[in-house]
């Protein structure tokens, strides 16, 4: 499900799960540290503290997980119950509306067992507050009762380890932040990573693809192994349907555009964004919803789903007297930027424009 109310349910460059990206994943899950690609510091912290607690013989301190969806954070807290050879309970924040449904989870836990957490975030309050006993003191005050007459009972727990996950750890409390004994903060994927994962996929898909294609796709992925994994399954049918079945770079590359995903990973909608941008607003600045209304979008969706990731790849900037694009972005589209703001830019002289991201010069 996708983060954002405002999402397209059908957009193949989404970073959330769709229904079948939970169909697969589990089959192109890496399930043990050494497998798992990139993220080289979380990897090797995470190494320490579980090799740790393993010499000790101990469960190892809770560990948060944080960063955008479909980096791996599902899948590193199964890793970290596969190396520790310990069972693992999956919940989720949302899941827990009531302190009892999580007392109720914590004291059927088996010692050593790995807690994991998603979306820990959507906890409600009264089960943060039991949950911060519990990461503390293995202990939960379980109430019976009510009113004046309701006493508090308490519970010992085993020792266990806690596997929070967050998309926005900046919503956590600062109570329940302090109780993790290691935070891995995710980071997008290199290039390199990416068809390091393509690769991997594909071999567990029994894909046939080149080199040159793995790079193809992987440079349309958003730095996201889940979109990298969904772009392979698509250029898959293509290849399938259209080809024999292996998969060239020629072959990626016209599959993606087939399914509007360009060289950079922008999808139709970043593109309307960045084209209405350019050509109606020369390049801005201007207000959010005006450009809205030039694509006919909601300004939330423009605002959540298309402008992260403009930003994020240097396309677009968020200024205080509205939104402006950068000079790669006029480059990306092909378009030389006007001479005097605000007057539209012009199809790029191919002499002029270098298609290699070489500067544009001012027309
Ligand atoms: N480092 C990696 N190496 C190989 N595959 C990976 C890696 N990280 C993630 N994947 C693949 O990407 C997909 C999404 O990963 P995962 O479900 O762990 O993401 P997530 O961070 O939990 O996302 P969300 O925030 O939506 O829950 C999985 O199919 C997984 O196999
Ligand atoms: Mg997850």
Known sequence: MSPYDSEPADRLVTAAADGEDQAVEAALRPRLLDEFIGQERVREQLSLVLQAARQRGTAPDHV????PPGLGKTTLSMIIAAELGAPIRITSGPAIQHAGDLAAILSSLAEGEVLFLDEIHRMSRPAEEML?????????????????GATAIPLELPPFTLVGATTRAGLLPPPLRDRFGFTGHMEFYAPAELERVVHRSAALLD??????AAAEIAGRSRGTPRIANRLLRRVRDYAQVRHDGAVTAEIAARALDVYEVDARGLDRLDRAVLDALLRLFGGGPVGLSTLAVAVGEEAETVEEVAEPFLVREGLLARTPRGRIATAAAWRHLGLVPPAQPGRGGVPAQPELFAPDGGVAPEA
Do not use: C, N, T
């Open 132 to 148: 911060y006993m519990a990461m503390e003191d293995f202990r939960v005050d379980v109430i019976v009762g009510k009113g004046p």
């Open 207 to 212: 894909v046939r693809i080149d080199p040159a």
């Open 64 to 67: 948060l997980l944080s960063g």
